[in-house]
Nanobody
Framework: QLQASGGGLVQAGGSLRLSCAAS????????MGWYRQAPEKQRELVAR???????NYPDSKKGRFTISIDPSKNTVYLQLDSLKPEDTAVYYC???????????????WGQGTKVTVSS
């Protein structure tokens, strides 16, 4: 399971750091990342990182958001800087894991942490 934290209310221009820790039966961890979903909008990818540190950001998310990972803790972080009201959303973390050497890779999702940016 994944436990996300770090969301909250912040003024425009401010920063937040989200964390997400994976626990349970994890034999291998391949990658972790974040999606977000704003009210009445589709869920969109924010950032993704492999356990070797390879990152992937959609073009619209480059520059203000920074993802990092601590594989020893099965934890992913998302630094949100220069926040804008349009960044208001529930941020969901995910992990690509498998529970055994021959088990298939699967996606695990966290419960979401809400980020509200006031103008």
């Amino acid at each position: 399971q994944l436990q996300a934290s770090g969301g909250g209310l912040v003024q425009a221009g401010g920063s937040l750091r989200l964390s997400c820790a994976a626990s349970g039966t994890i034999f291998n961890l391949n990658a972790m990342g974040w999606y977000r979903q704003a009210p009445e909008k589709q869920r969109e990818l924010v950032a993704r990182i492999t356990t070797t540190g390879i990152t992937n950001y959609p073009d619209s998310k480059k520059g203000r958001f920074t993802i990092s990972i601590d594989p020893s803790k099965n934890t992913v972080y998302l630094q949100l800087d220069s926040l804008k009201p349009e960044d208001t959303a529930v941020y969901y973390c995910f992990a690509i894991v498998r529970s055994a050497p021959t088990a298939p890779w699967g996606n695990v999702w966290g419960q979401g942490t809400k980020v509200t940016v006031s103008s």
